[in-house]
Structure formats: structure tokens, C-alpha cells
């Protein structure tokens, strides 16, 4: 069974610039949630996929978005970046149905 | 809005100590209860969890009871080890039955345990 693994691990862009990350979830798992994770403070949910429609946003501005594909690998874009854009990127994927989701090593996005 | 408050940190014990890191929920429902751990440079890593009242979830020594007269979920271990040194998180997620993984983090708490 593989993980959830994600791409890049590291990345700077510049204020303005468009990013898009990666995420290919578990084997198995039809549901993808995306997170940002501020430095020092906990994750905080941006969208969850299920078969390739959003499935419940958080409190983040329409310039985050994303897709899931048939594989159920996904992608977070990030528009228009700002310096707060800064985090750690987190993808989780889980079954739509289950209770525990599985968490990639995240990335690393400075936004300078 | 749901939200999840964690005892303010950094803890710091010594090897072999008891640990308790306090996690209170403001939730609608009957939410799952998670603590979830994070080690230095990695992603999350579920530790233990709870899906309804008065359950207890342990794993690795570690143990929380979901508690919704007091709307708590504290973590506790007998016996800390250097290894345990980590950043842990209390997370709820509040979809039932059929859409779970929109989860509510706390704002971790970080232990560091010294031999």
C-alpha cells in the first residue's frame, strides 16, 4: 500500500505568481482534503474532493482551487499569491466513509 | 463556527514522566474526536481517536476518553519516552456517517521530553 506523497516538497514563488501543488493520494482512497498550515499554528481545511467534485470549502478565498483526477491525484492552485500564501501545504487522503485520513509530508510554499 | 483549544505550550518533561496536554471542543453534533502527531520535518500522523461519547482511544501508551458533559478529549501517557518529543494536535471533525475528513485542528502543543 503506498502512501500519500507529495510534490514539491519545497518551493519559492513571488508575490503575484500562480502555484500549483500535488498530491497523489492512497491507494484505495476516493477523497482528497487539502490544508494550510501556518507556521507555528494548526492545519486549517482549504476544500476536500470526492469523485472529482468539491466537496466542502473552508474559509479561503476563491483564488484556492483545485481538481482531483480519475486517479484520485489532485492538485491545489493558488492564484494571485500574497506573502501570508506562506505555509505548509498539507494533502490528506481518506474514504469518503471513514473516520481516519492520511496525511502526505506536506509542502514547503515561501511566497516572497 | 466549530473550534478546538489546546492547553498553551511548549511542555517540557523528563523521561519517564506523566504527560497530560489538555484539549476542550465547541462543536454542534456529536462530532470524532482525533489527536494527531507531528514529528519534526514529516506530515500527520493519527495517534489515537474517538467517534462518540465516553469512548477511549489509545495507542503506543497514549490514551484520551471523549467526554461531552465536559467537552473534552485530554491526552495522557504514563510514561513518556524521548522518542514522544513532538508537535500534538486535537482535531474534531464533525461529518457524520457519510463525509468525514473536514477536519478542525486545535493549535498544537509541543512536547519535548529530556533523558
Known amino acids: 500500500e503506498t502512501g500519500v506523497t507529495q510534490s514539491p516538497t519545497h518551493l519559492i514563488k513571488t508575490r503575484g505568481q500562480q502555484v500549483t501543488l500535488r498530491c497523489s493520494s492512497q491507494s484505495g482512497h476516493n477523497t482528497v482534503s487539502w490544508y494550510q498550515q501556518a507556521l507555528g499554528q494548526g492545519p486549517q481545511f482549504i476544500f476536500q474532493y470526492y469523485r472529482e467534485e468539491e466537496n466542502g470549502r473552508g474559509n479561503f478565498p476563491p483564488r484556492f482551487s483545485g481538481l482531483q483526477f480519475p486517479n484520485y491525484s489532485s492538485e491545489l492552485n493558488v492564484n494571485a499569491l500574497e506573502l501570508d500564501d506562506s505555509a505548509l501545504y498539507l494533502c490528506a487522503s481518506s474514504r469518503i466513509e471513514a473516520t481516519e485520513a492520511f496525511f502526505g509530508q506536506g509542502t514547503r510554499l515561501t511566497v516572497v | ?115
Open chain 2, 1 to 115: 463556527g466549530d473550534s478546538v483549544t489546546q492547553m498553551e505550550g511548549p511542555v517540557t518533561l523528563s523521561e519517564e514522566a506523566f504527560l497530560t496536554i489538555n484539549c476542550t471542543y465547541t462543536a454542534t453534533g456529536y462530532p470524532s474526536l482525533f489527536w494527531y502527531v507531528q514529528y519534526p520535518g514529516e506530515g500527520l500522523q493519527l495517534l489515537l481517536k474517538a467517534t462518540k461519547a465516553d469512548d477511549k482511544g489509545s495507542n503506543k501508551g497514549f490514551e484520551a476518553t471523549y467526554r461531552k458533559e465536559t467537552t473534552s478529549f485530554h491526552l495522557e501517557k504514563g510514561s513518556v519516552q524521548v522518542s514522544d518529543s513532538a508537535v500534538y494536535f486535537c482535531a474534531l471533525d464533525k461529518a457524520g456517517g457519510t463525509s468525514y475528513g473536514k477536519l478542525t485542528f486545535g493549535q498544537g502543543t509541543i512536547l519535548t521530553v529530556h533523558p
